[in-house]
Nanobody, 127 residues
């Protein structure tokens, strides 16, 4: 069974940076697309970014644009989300998910149905 664990969250000041990791176990993450999602208090999950099994990148939302960079290291069975120029509006629990379809799909519902999700890591951006 594929399992995912996020790490790297924490408290950071506006303008700061964090690097989130998504460590997989139980199966090769190289066969999956990796998606990052976030959930602010009282809100639904919002798609952030996705990287396909072949390395193609798709932005799942328009809120972060060039400030966030998704990557993967299949040798380490790990995905990453580099977050720069963080803003208070970025405060949320950040989740990674793995999609066996290999490509990136923009509808969160399909990720819920088909993906394997981690438990999330808290990111708080505050002065």
């Amino acid at each position: 069974q594929l399992m995912l664990v996020e790490s790297g969250g924490g408290l950071v000041q506006p303008g700061g940076s964090l690097r989130l990791s998504c460590a997989a176990s139980g199966y090769s993450l190289g066969d999956y697309a990796i998606g990052w999602f976030r959930q602010a208090p009282g809100k639904d999950h919002e798609g952030v970014s996705c990287i396909s099994s072949s390395g193609g990148v798709t932005n799942l939302g328009d809120s972060v644009k060039a400030r966030f960079t998704i990557s993967r290291d299949n040798a380490k069975n790990t995905g990453y989300l580099q977050m720069d120029s963080l803003e208070p509006e970025d405060t949320a629990v950040y989740f990674c998910a793995a999609d066996p379809r290999r490509d990136c799909f923009g509808d969160i519902g399909s990720w819920y149905s088909l993906g394997t999700w981690g438990q999330g890591t808290q990111v708080t951006v505050s002065s």
